[in-house]
Nanobody, 127 residues
Framework: QVQLVESGGGLVQAGGSLRLSCAAS????????MGWFRQAPGKEREFVAA????????YYADSAKGRFTISRDNAKNTVYLQMNRLKPEDTAVYYC????????????????????WGQGTQVTVSS
């Protein structure tokens, strides 16, 4: 059983940056696709970004393209989300998740494809 712990959230002004981290424990996730999702109040949880196990394939939601960068450090069993030029509409709880498929370049965006989730970290962007 893998445990995921997100950190790095906080309050930032529009145009600012944050770097989220997701540390995995319990087992290695180095062979798994990892994803970031977010959920704003009253809205469905939505896909933000995902990265293949090698880091060679990265997939972003349109809202994240050009502003967010997903990366991973398999030696540290950790995935990151660098968020730049933040907007008030980026305000949400951000979750990381593990896709159960291993050693694959298939990078899913559907939340139903991910079966382990962290507790989330709050990101608030003020205008």
């Amino acid at each position: 059983q893998v445990q995921l712990v997100e950190s790095g959230g906080g309050l930032v002004q529009a145009g600012g940056s944050l770097r989220l981290s997701c540390a995995a424990s319990g087992r290695t996730v180095s062979s798994n696709v990892m994803g970031w999702f977010r959920q704003a109040p009253g809205k469905e949880r939505e896909f933000v970004a995902a990265i293949s196990w090698t880091g060679g394939t990265r997939y972003y939601a349109d809202s994240a393209k050009g502003r967010f960068t997903i990366s991973r450090d398999n030696a540290k069993n950790t995935v990151y989300l660098q968020m730049n030029r933040l907007k008030p509409e980026d305000t949400a709880v951000y979750y990381c998740a593990v896709f159960s498929g291993s050693h694959t370049d298939y990078v899913p965006s559907r939340k139903q494809s991910y079966d382990s989730w962290g507790q989330g970290t709050q990101v608030t962007v003020s205008s």
